[in-house]
């Protein structure tokens, strides 16, 4: 067969199984029986990005069935076969929802399935970094699988996210593969139609990012090309229907480098039949490029590991957590006072005599980490130091949780057997350091204490000293304080014309970026995501209107964007691209706004769940009613102060307002002087449903209600 007939045959026989498949489903179920995926706000996701069309019940699904059936033109032409392709990602995605109907069909599979809204949008911003530089599919049943372990840990060190489908899951998992988003290593499922849930993923970037419009689907196609970095690797013999969803990945963009031998379509479909060189065929064909910083320690550093955690019983040391004190300071220095790469431990190491026989090593841990170099600044200490944090979470076999003097770090038995000792956390903030930083790191060096006379000295002598300045720089750090803003522009690799104008009390939207990272950043990549705004006359100080803002807006978002008005919800409103950690929507009942953070999985009262209420606005719009923004800017003076300020918060979930309470009620109480602002937000665990919210607020005296009507 060739190859557009192997692709007819995939899509043909998918068609017939999709049609029956609706068809047994309707006669069991009924016309009007509910269809979805869980955590979405775009119904079928496929079908919607291509169609428009919102499928919400059986009975909508043979209209796509129809519309699959006709992608299916079986000519003899490369183009209208990898449509083919596109018709049997359809195909797999209404399958895939039939699953659905009866519950969660991956409650008992090592396979995650249908991943939701939240999820993605939490993917934006490593995305955009760079952190995360590529999306691996990996797919089938390997003949050798060590090698197939070793391709995956590749990626995983190389801080790919990597998706699997099939045997090859167990596979990799009998091989010692660490798994789970946590890991950047995601199971989706076994059957080959478990595939459409990364297509889902690319899809609705661009529906989430881009703001693409449904039913555009060529414009769909465009986007997935050029700004989702996948690729597809497929294991063991292919038949039709893979050959088919294959085709399908390259009418999205993504090339699919095969173990055996395909017919070879340049720059799209090619074979790799040697493992060993299966990670770099893939990265060239998809123009990825890895930033590889060699690091002299005895386990892997990688992006990849960031979000591990280490339970007790896989723990073998422990520095801080309540249990005993753990700070850690970066500080400027002289450049004749430092020397580079210079590591110190003082006190006794992990594998200590006095530890022999014990059931956990417990140390007091001081971590300095001096820098120097001549475009250093003293505001750019806690920006460096904040990403202790990361790179300390980034070795395999270590946690990091807290800063500061509330540090609290893990290290497994797994790292220490293999010879991790406390110098080698040294090693990797030194080589990260000077990586990261190397326009203002010239030189550096890091010295750890574990004494606990030394840990306590230094913390009263020389840390909380340097902590309490910087809080008082940051306490008088206000927008009219400075003479400059910043803008963000990183999003724009997927929302191509979002900006966030970042302000002393207003930080981006993701929560990553405040105005002294912005600063930092402008000095590390002159040219980059960063610019300076010089402020200039407020043309309204309170509402949050410049004209250099407006200019800025409107020159960095090529036009798109024209006025910007920083503290307003209602009147040209900040952008969002969709990876904000907070949304923010208007209940007009009670006069006020009501907050939702991304880890919120329930309905708000304004009858939403985050991932509703985010997908009314993003990929760069401006939609006045809706604002996406980090947590720290609840806290903020100039959280709205257009409309009247913090006190319209009418309802958060009580995680957040555990998290922002007390700046919360600090900002609150020095702008109205009403005390203990935060008890009288409603919350999920007093109500949901607006009746009973609106009662509380009554109750509470919410100064809301009092306030001028909000619209
Ligand atoms: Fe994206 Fe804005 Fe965060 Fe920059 S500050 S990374 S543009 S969300
Ligand atoms: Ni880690
Ligand atoms: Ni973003």
Redesign the pocket.
């Known amino acids: 067969m060739s190859l557009t007939e192997l692709i007819y045959a995939g899509s043909n026989a998918v068609a017939g199984l999709t049609e029956g498949a609706v068809k047994d489903a309707i006669e069991k179920h009924g016309e009007g029986h509910v269809v979805g995926f869980p955590d979405t706000a775009y119904f079928l996701p496929v079908i919607y990005a291509a169609t428009g069309v919102k499928i919400k019940k059986l009975g909508d699904l043979p209209a796509a069935v129809a519309i699959l059936k006709s992608l299916i033109t079986n000519k003899d032409d490369l183009g209208d076969a990898l449509n083919a392709g596109l018709a049997t990602a359809v195909g797999a995605e209404i399958i895939e929802a039939l699953r659905y109907v009866e519950g969660d069909p991956y409650a008992d599979d090592s396979g995650i399935g249908f991943v939701p809204d939240p999820v993605i949008r939490s993917l ?2 490593p995305l ?2 760079g952190d995360i530089p590529g999306i691996a599919v990996l797919l089938g049943e390997s003949a050798d699988p060590a090698s197939l372990a070793a391709i995956v840990k590749d990626y995983q060190e190389k801080g790919l996210l990597t998706f699997m489908v099939g045997n090859i899951i167990e596979q990799a998992q009998a091989s010692g593969v660490k798994m789970g988003l946590d890991y950047r290593v995601i199971p989706l499922g076994h059957e080959v139609t478990s595939v459409i849930h990364v297509v889902s993923v690319a899809i609705r970037a661009a529906l989430i990012f881009g703001a693409v419009e449904p039913g555009k689907l060529g414009d769909f196609l465009t986007y997935t090309k050029e700004r989702v970095p996948a690729f597809i690797n497929t294991f063991g013999p292919l038949d039709e229907v893979v050959v088919s969803v294959g085709a399908g990945a390259i009418a999205l963009g993504f090339p699919v480098i095969a173990d055996t031998v395909v017919p070879e379509v340049a720059g799209a479909l090619m074979t790799q039949a040697d493992h060993a060189k299966t990670v770099e065929t893939s990265l060239e064909a998809r123009s990825i490029k890895i930033k590889v910083t060699k690091i002299d320690v005895p386990v892997s550093v990688a992006s990849a590991f960031e979000g591990e955690r280490v339970r007790k019983d896989t723990m073998f040391a422990e520095f801080g957590g309540n249990k005993t004190k753990c700070w850690e300071l970066v500080k400027e220095a002289d450049l004749a006072d430092v020397e580079d790469h210079k590591i110190t431990l003082i006190g006794p190491d992990m594998d200590d005599a006095m530890f022999a026989g014990a059931d956990v090593v417990r140390l007091p841990l001081g971590i300095f980490v001096e820098v120097a170099g001549k475009a250093m600044q003293k505001d750019f200490e806690s920006v460096l130091e904040r990403r202790i944090h990361y790179f300390t979470n980034y070795i395999d076999g270590a946690m990091h949780v807290g800063q500061r003097n509330i540090a609290w770090i893990r290290i497994t038995k797994e790292a220490y057997e293999k010879g991790f000792r406390l110098k080698h956390i040294g090693e990797v903030l030194y080589a990260k350091m000077r990586a990261d930083f190397n326009n203002v790191v010239d030189k550096c060096q890091v010295t750890l204490y574990t004494n606990l006379e030394d840990v306590e000295r230094l913390e009263t002598e020389m840390v909380k000293p340097i902590y309490n300045q910087r809080d008082e720089r940051l306490d008088a750090l206000t927008d009219e304080s400075v003479d400059t803003f910043y803008t ?5 690799s997927f929302a191509p014309s ?3 104008v ?1 302000t002393p009390e207003r ?4 929560g ?2 405040s105005w002294l990272d912005s600063k930092a950043t402008k000095e590390l990549d002159p040219a980059g ?1 960063s610019q300076p705004i010089l402020k200039g006359e407020a043309i309204d100080a309170c509402a949050g209107i410049w004209q250099s803002v407006n200019e800025t807006v409107a020159a960095a978002s090529q036009g798109a964007v024209e006025k910007v008005t920083l503290y307003s919800i209602l009147e040209d409103p900040m952008t969002s ?1 969709g ?2 950690e907070c949304i923010c929507g208007i209940m007009p009942e009670a006069n006020g706004v009501v907050i939702v953070n991304r880890e919120f999985g329930a309905i708000s009262p304004v009858g939403m769940t985050f991932g509703e209420l985010a997908s009314m606005t993003g990929g760069g719009v401006q939609t006045p009613g809706f604002m996406g923004h980090g947590r720290h800017f609840i806290g903020s003076k100039k959280f709205m102060s257009a409309e009247g300020g913090l006190t319209r918060i009418v309802w958060m979930p009580k995680e957040l307002k555990d998290d922002v309470g007390e700046r919360l009620n600090k900002a609150v109480f020095e702008m109205t002087g009403i005390e203990n602002f935060v008890d009288m937000v409603c919350d999920e665990t007093i109500a949901t449903e607006s009746e009973a919210v609106l009662a509380y607020l009554e109750a509470q005296g919410h100064p809301a209600l009092a306030m001028d009507p909000i619209m």
Do not use: D, N, R, S
């Open positions: 934006g911003v955009v970094t963000c522009t990183l999003c724009q979002h900006v966030c970042v930080l981006g939207l993701c990553a970026v995501p691209c990876c904000f």
